[in-house]
């Protein structure tokens, strides 16, 4: 047979104090708490029984029914004057919250990716007491927030970054910034670009593609603005024609953006752009392109191209993930925000027509790029690395 659960005697004054205490809306939540906890006791209750009842752990049960055996009802439901309060969490119980939220909630079972207050305060209300926090099964939502708030976790946020994933990345950022610091020297102080020296003509230009540009097509008239109704107003509903493909480069010494638009994105493409460059310029000049080593790039097609063309072309590639690195990557930029966002065709033509009309706006008053940072740091005497792809 169980044992009977031992009580605690309350005189009548003790016991009408306290629930005078349990009534009154000015009490705190704690001395609520424990008045609850010694009426129950002296009503023959167990210390789960009350744990449960109360919405404690069996440990705060057990210190306010151990200080009314050594103190009275004052002594249970108030901390001694002077002695000092214990922070509510400890810097131990901070430390077990935070390193929770620094682990992916997928490692602990969950199906988010990331963290929110309400997920974190629910896995704490679970796992605190076996993990031997037992205060914190009852921790509220806020004071999780103040907590991570207070070591300025957040970790229902993410922020993207480049991972260095290229041993060279540092040489080869040095490379590509001797072909600007070489540019710079090319221009006069007032900016026009001096005439070559004979015999060592060569045209630099930064490249790259733009993959994957939607052409979308509205189902009903966009509404102009108006006055009342100063914006422009669009069905909701659209559909989709397809995507293109943009190969484009700019001249880095007269500022002319040349384009090839293509449903396509491979080798062919890339070759036919190289055509296009040789064309432009006159036979004899070296064509030095600054572009990242996609595996088009360097094909085995595109290799067998530039065997028909030797000397013509000269390639400095950006390192891994260093696209910044790439004076074009400013122009695509721009073209998203001044053209390509929120555009609306009827066809894929009509995409590609228009695309080639902003490059002949462009071109009607070209921009020649100039690129700053860390130029000081470039000695333009340094010898320039460039591959032709040929081993030559």
């Not at 957040?154 to 490379?175: A, Q, T, V």
């Amino acid at each position: 047979m169980g044992r009977k659960a031992s009580t605690i005697t309350l005189s009548a004054e003790d016991r009408a104090r306290l629930e005078a205490q349990i009534r009154a809306r000015t009490s705190q939540a704690q001395v609520v708490n424990r008045a609850r906890i010694l009426l129950l006791k002296a009503d023959g209750k167990t210390v789960d029984e009350i744990a449960d009842k109360v919405g404690l752990n069996r440990n705060s049960v057990l210190l306010c029914i151990k200080k009314y055996g050594e103190g009275g009802v004052d002594n249970s439901l108030y901390d001694a004057p002077g002695r000092g309060r214990n922070p509510e969490i400890s810097d131990e119980e901070k430390a077990w919250i935070t390193n929770i939220t620094c682990q992916k909630p997928i490692d602990l079972g969950y199906a988010a990716e990331t963290w929110t207050y309400t997920l974190i305060t629910e896995h704490v209300h679970m796992n605190a007491e076996a993990a031997g926090y037992p205060r914190l099964s009852t921790i509220s939502r806020s004071m999780v927030h103040s907590i991570l708030d207070e070591a300025d976790i957040k970790p229902f946020r993410i922020k993207y970054y480049c991972e260095n994933r290229d041993p060279d990345f540092d040489g080869k950022m040095h490379n590509v910034l001797l072909v600007y610091k070489q540019l710079s020297i090319q221009f006069d102080e007032e900016g026009n670009l001096v005439p070559f020296p004979d015999g060592e003509t060569t045209h630099v230009l930064s490249y790259d593609e733009k993959p994957g540009i939607q052409a979308i097509a509205t189902t009903s008239q966009d509404k102009l603005p108006q006055p009342g109704n100063g914006i422009i107003m669009r069905d909701y509903e659209y559909r989709r024609l397809g995507t293109l493909s943009l190969l484009a480069a700019i001249d880095l010494q007269t500022g002319e953006a040349i384009p090839l638009v293509r449903e396509t994105h491979n080798s062919a493409d890339y070759i036919d752009f190289l055509k296009i460059l040789d064309e432009k310029y006159p036979r004899g000049d070296k064509i030095r392109l600054v572009l990242d080593n996609l595996r088009v790039h360097t094909s085995e097609a595109t290799k067998a191209y530039l065997a028909t063309v030797p000397g013509r072309f000269e390639f400095v590639f950006t390192p891994k993930h260093g696209s910044w690195l790439n004076m074009v990557e400013g122009f695509f930029s721009k073209m998203t925000k001044q053209m390509l966002r929120g555009i609306r065709v009827k066809s894929k033509q009509e995409l590609v027509d228009r695309i080639y009309l902003y490059f002949d706006e462009v071109n009607s008053d070209p921009v020649v790029f100039h690129w700053k940072y860390k130029m000081d740091d470039i000695d333009v005497s340094e010898e320039l690395k460039v591959d032709t792809l040929l081993g030559a």
